[in-house]
């Protein structure tokens, strides 16, 4: 399937910036990593405008940040991945650029995207950004997060869990050999950080998911 094509039959489902996203959807994405294609900025993209529609901001702004905020691929175990949102900002910063955005409203959607990383620890000033980085979190928790966690060992061929000690009682959490330690050492912590009341909301309900699948699993096992 084309860049072209994906970007036809999928702008759509960005309404009501499905003209912004038949453009920039081509940059979205790179590389093979599942769990950051565009599946991903869809699910992002509905977080974000479920959550702006209560809080407010620029919807476009936020739409465009949101469709640039994985554009520069970097994998979980690279030693760049700090660097990853500042070097997407960079480049939707210059895709924008070419299409004619004013610096204003590049530099707010490159804050935008620098800020919603996890690794990158960078503070959101705009309440675009909030937004940003609370909808990239809401994916990162619930089911599609536990999804996404499984997904990601898998691909850094990472085991499951240690069959001698599950919950890591007697040994120290490695989340880079295990992929439930990664629930303790990250993705539980995730929901006491949101921005935003509505995203807060939001959070608190996936966190709960996450963690019945977390009990669910331990149940088989």
Known sequence: MTAAITSASLAAAFSPFETLAEVLIPHATEGDDGSHDIAHILRV???AMRIQADEG????LLAAAV?????VAVEKN??????????AATK???ILAKLGW???DRTAVAHAVTAHSFSAQVMPETLEAKILQDADRLDAIGMVGAARCFYIAGRMGSGLYDPADPLAANRPLDDKAFAIDH??????KLAEGFQTAAGRALAQERHARLKAVLDLFLDEI
């Open 67 to 71: 469709l640039l905020h994985d554009c």
């Open 57 to 60: 901001g620029n919807a476009r």
């Open 78 to 87: 690279s030693p760049l991945r700090a660097q990853a949102s500042r070097l």
């Open 183 to 188: 629930f303790e050492t990250k993705l539980f």
């Open 45 to 47: 993209f509905r977080n």
């Open 102 to 104: 004013s610096e204003y």
């Open 92 to 94: 939707a910063n210059e």
